[in-house]
């Protein structure tokens, strides 16, 4: 029966070590097709609910409407907010492929593999 435990255990841990694998594999694929050919903006929020939307928009025209081409990504980290924010950023994203929304640690995951081709 103890042999059955630790067997269960380790192919537990083995799934749950394939499953992060396949994960950070397809955050790559996912993440990593920056150039060194722009700016990639990260902006780092937690509980602004009542300005995240505004200051997304009105960065948003800047960028698409203005003289400021040169910003090919913008990144929305949340850093585990307690009200909407993550939610309306979210939402925002779904009408402009240019917005990525993630957690902080999705983007570090990001930043750390960074292609500069």
């Known amino acids: ?12 841990l083995a799934l749950y070590g394939l499953f992060e694998i396949i994960k950070t594999i ?6 990593t097709d920056m150039k060194a050919d722009g700016i990639y903006l990260i902006i780092a929020t937690k509980n602004q609910e009542d ?3 505004y200051f997304l928009r009105s960065s ?3 960028i ?24 309306i950023a979210k939402k925002i994203s779904t009408d402009y492929k240019c917005i990525n929304t993630m957690s902080w640690r999705e983007c570090k995951d990001v930043l750390d593999n960074v292609n500069n081709n």
């Open 1 to 12: 029966m103890t042999d059955f435990f630790i067997n269960a255990t380790i192919w537990t």
């Open 26 to 31: 397809i955050y790559i694929f996912t993440y």
């Open 51 to 53: 300005k995240i939307e």
């Open 60 to 62: 948003l025209f800047k």
């Open 64 to 87: 698409l409407y203005g003289r400021e081409d040169y910003v090919k990504q913008i990144f929305v980290a949340d850093l585990d907010s307690e009200d909407n924010t993550k939610e």
